[in-house]
Nanobody
């Protein structure tokens, strides 16, 4: 089992920044893909950013490229999403997820989510 706990959400004005953290515990994560998804009201959950725990390779949704950065800290077992130049359309519940093969809406492990609200 892998337990994921998100933190760092909140209210921010457009153009501002927020830093989300995902603390992971349980199994060794070296073989996992880690990612951040988000779900806005009335919309489907979408993958925002992903990182390979072993290689550190990253990928991003087009909508956040150049504004969001995902990283991992092997010593602290955390995955961080640094968000900058935030827009009202970034408002959503953000979820941390982990999977051993493919990150999708059916990922193996999920956190409970943290709310990010961007005001205009």
């Amino acid at each position: 089992q892998v337990q994921l706990v998100e933190s760092g959400g909140g209210l921010v004005q457009a153009g501002g920044s927020l830093r989300l953290s995902c603390a992971a515990s349980g199994r060794t994560l070296s073989s996992y893909l880690m990612g951040w998804f988000r779900q806005a009201p009335g919309k489907e959950r979408e993958l925002v950013a992903a990182i390979s725990w072993s290689s550190g390779r990253t990928r991003y949704a087009d909508s956040v490229k150049g504004r969001f950065t995902i990283s991992r800290d092997n010593d602290k077992n955390t995955v961080t999403l640094q968000m900058s130049s935030l827009k009202p359309e970034d408002t959503a519940v953000y979820y941390c997820a982990a999977d051993r093969s493919v990150l999708s809406k059916s990922a193996d492990y999920w956190g409970k989510g943290t709310l990010v609200t961007v005001s205009s």
